[in-house]
Nanobody, 115 residues
């Protein structure tokens, strides 16, 4: 059974930082494209960042230069380091694993940025 469990969300002031974690079980993250997405109230889910099997990374325009995705292979965990947070970063952040047509999602972790 595949499980993705996010943690690290919370309330932070604008300009602050948070680090999200996503622990995977039932899969090896090295064999999957791993990503972070977010969904704010009343908005569609938005792609945030991706890390591929060979370690390549990509970011959405709204977070480029502020967020960093990384991978801890030994812990089968991916991370999202978020800096210079803005109120518009407030959302539920989800972890996703994809390999071919198979994709798995975590339950999400809430990030709230106060102005």
């Amino acid at each position: 059974q595949v499980q993705l469990v996010e943690s690290g969300g919370g309330l932070v002031q604008a300009g602050g930082s948070l680090r999200l974690s996503c622990v995977a079980s039932g899969i090896n993250i090295v064999n999957h494209v791993m990503g972070w997405y977010r969904q704010a109230p009343g908005k569609q889910r938005e792609w945030v960042a991706t890390i591929t099997s060979d370690g390549g990374t990509g970011y959405g325009d709204s977070v480029k230069g502020r967020f960093t995705i990384s991978r801890g292979n030994a812990k089968n965990t991916i991370y999202l380091q978020m800096s210079s947070l803005k109120p518009e970063d407030t959302a539920v952040y989800y972890c996703k694993a994809q390999r071919g047509l198979m994709e798995y999602w975590g339950q999400g972790t809430q990030v709230t940025v106060s102005s």
